[in-house]
């Protein structure tokens, strides 16, 4: 039961509160302050040194602010916005936009409420793409890759936000998901959560360019001591090895330069834009 609710039943059945964390609420909840408290509510010490009795003194201005507690729903979005803060109540659904091919101009979006939805995949096959505007604009960004691949369901994956419990049972269908993710924390941190929460039989793996080296030379960030230590905890992970060994002994004019890489720099191919 959320605490405020606890307080009003405790006015309504003449049973003790904390009498300063009430006040606190309201004033922080409601903008009640002391004198408006007053006139709303009476007190009287209780047995408890720190709980008193509170009652309504104004069954008008306690209806004026309190009311709305009165409704409540099964739904803890609807409830949170009900009771003045939907900040604090969570969805329990998601969208998630599709297309059924990567070349496909035109997706749609996927409801899921519960963790539940009435689409099934169109292939067995889906290609996690992490930014829209990878997902948007589709190009010759895949630098060898097999045209397969680019038959598969593609599903805009923002971030982190594919990882999210709603989608499990969805990404479960798959037998193969590729991930073309970021080249960095952000990108290996969703590699892993996908990899701890679905099927173990799925055939999950990373997209790594042949020619990611040079992607990271000219367009790679400098990683910082902070993220070159974070970076450890996915040694174990073997279908990242080869991408963290290829990031972690890139050099640039003969020295070692860790770098970083958004998945944008592979929209354009660099065999065509610049001379080996």
């Not at 290996?188 to 701890?196: P, S, T, V, Y």
């Amino acid at each position: 039961m959320k605490i405020y609710k606890r307080y009003l039943n405790a006015i309504k059945e003449s049973a003790p509160l904390p009498l300063f964390v009430f006040k606190d609420w309201c004033s922080k909840q409601l903008d009640i302050d002391n004198e408006l408290f007053s006139k709303i509510f009476n007190v009287t010490n209780s047995i408890s040194t720190k709980h008193y009795l509170v009652s309504i003194k104004d069954t008008s201005l306690y209806e004026q602010y309190f009311s709305r507690f009165e409704y409540s729903s099964n739904d803890e979005k609807v409830e949170a916005t009900l009771h003045g803060d939907s900040k604090k109540g969570k969805i329990d659904g998601g969208v998630l936009n599709f297309k059924h091919h990567y070349f496909d101009q035109h997706g749609i979006s996927i409801c899921f409420r519960n963790t539940k939805t009435g689409f099934n995949p169109s292939s067995t096959s889906l290609l996690l793409i992490e930014n829209l505007n990878n997902f948007l604009s589709p190009n010759n960004v895949f630098v060898g890759i097999d045209e397969d691949k680019l038959t598969s369901n593609v599903i805009w994956s923002k971030g982190q936000e594919i990882t999210s419990k709603q989608y499990v049972n969805f990404l479960n269908k798959y037998d193969q998901i590729i991930c073309f993710f970021d080249f960095d924390l952000g990108g290996f941190e969703a590699f892993k959560r996908l990899k701890l929460t679905l099927r173990s039989d799925i055939k999950l793996t990373f997209y790594h360019p042949v020619n990611l080296a040079k992607y990271l030379n000219f367009f790679g960030k400098n990683v910082t001591d902070k993220q070159y230590l974070a970076l450890r905890k996915y040694n174990n992970i073997t279908e990242l090895n080869d991408i963290i060994n290829e990031i972690v002994s890139l050099k640039v004019n003969g020295r070692r330069s860790i770098r970083f890489l958004e998945q944008e720099a592979l929209q354009i191919a660099l065999e065509s834009e610049i001379n080996e």
